[in-house]
């Protein structure tokens, strides 16, 4: 199993950024593709963004594609998620997790561990 960790949420103006991080442990972090998804209030959870095990590929919500960037260091065993250009519509629970593949993929089931989340909150 991993454990991971969220980090860098935060309340921030529409127009602004943040940077989240997830700090994983356990199982090789190398050998799996990671992901991003939230959750925001009375909706399912969906996908945000992912990457595969070693960085080379990458994959994106349409909603946010061109905003957001998803990157990996696995030398610290941690995933990032820049978000620039913040939206109210972005206010939600972030959730990382590790996925059972090594290719990115939006299927939430394809993903084992899961962290705790950190709230991020848009204001217009």
């Known amino acids: 199993q991993v454990r991971l960790v969220e980090s860098g949420g935060g309340l921030v103006q529409a127009g602004g950024s943040l940077r989240l991080s997830c700090a994983a442990s356990?199982?090789?972090?190398?050998?799996?593709?990671m992901g991003w998804f939230r959750q925001a209030p009375g909706k399912e959870r969906e996908f945000v963004a992912a990457i595969s095990w070693n960085g080379g590929s990458t994959y994106y919500a349409d909603s946010v594609k061109g905003r957001f960037t998803i990157s990996r260091d696995n030398a610290k065993n941690t995933v990032f998620l820049q978000m620039n250009s913040l939206k109210p519509e972005d206010t939600a629970v972030y959730y990382c997790a590790a996925s059972g593949r090594r290719w990115p993929s939006a299927t939430s089931y394809e993903y084992k561990s899961w962290g705790q989340g950190t709230q991020v909150t848009v204001s217009s």
């Open positions: 356990g199982r090789t972090f190398s050998s799996y593709a």
